[in-house]
């Protein structure tokens, strides 16, 4: 019997692996992507009288979130609207700044959650690489 239990002990311990038992599950309502166009700005009110812009990377984002790589970092709670740095996608996202952590690399990861759900061209650009029209008019033309 001790020996039967050594076993399972012993295979259960070969499952984990040194980090423990890996459970995949997703929080999200919207799976996490990496951004594939990843150049944006980033911007926010200082005070009353002084709105700040600095452009930054986007790691990955989802239809209720992102998280984005900047040089200044913004106030936690902070609001923040973020655009593509393609100047032909003049759309800006609002956020709310969920956390800042300073990086190896001297910037900041920033992790945000969208006032509402992220729209789909915004969307489509950062994770698919183009714009929805400029598909489906390519798609006509074939």
């Not at 995949?24 to 919207?30: D, H």
């Not at 990843?38 to 990377?57: K, L, P, S, Y």
């Not at 789909?120 to 714009?131: P, Q």
Request: glycine share 6%; hydrophobic share 35%.
């Amino acid at each position: 019997m001790k020996m039967q239990h050594d076993e399972k002990r012993a295979a259960r311990r070969a499952n984990q692996g040194s980090q423990g038992p890996h459970v995949s599950l997703e929080r999200r309502a919207s799976p996490r992507l990496p951004a594939v166009d990843e150049r944006i700005w980033a911007g926010w009110w200082v005070d009353d009288d002084e709105f700040t812009t600095t452009a930054a990377r986007l790691e990955n984002i989802s239809r209720g979130g992102a998280k984005v790589r900047t040089t200044v970092a913004p106030d936690v709670s902070q609001d923040v609207w973020i655009r593509l740095a393609d100047p032909s996608c003049s759309d800006f996202v609002q956020a709310t700044v969920l956390e800042v952590v300073p990086t190896p690399e001297g910037d900041f990861g920033v992790r945000m959650v969208f006032d509402e759900p992220c729209p789909d061209e915004f969307f489509d650009i950062v994770t698919k690489g183009y714009y929805v029209h400029d598909f489906a008019d390519s798609m006509t033309d074939a």
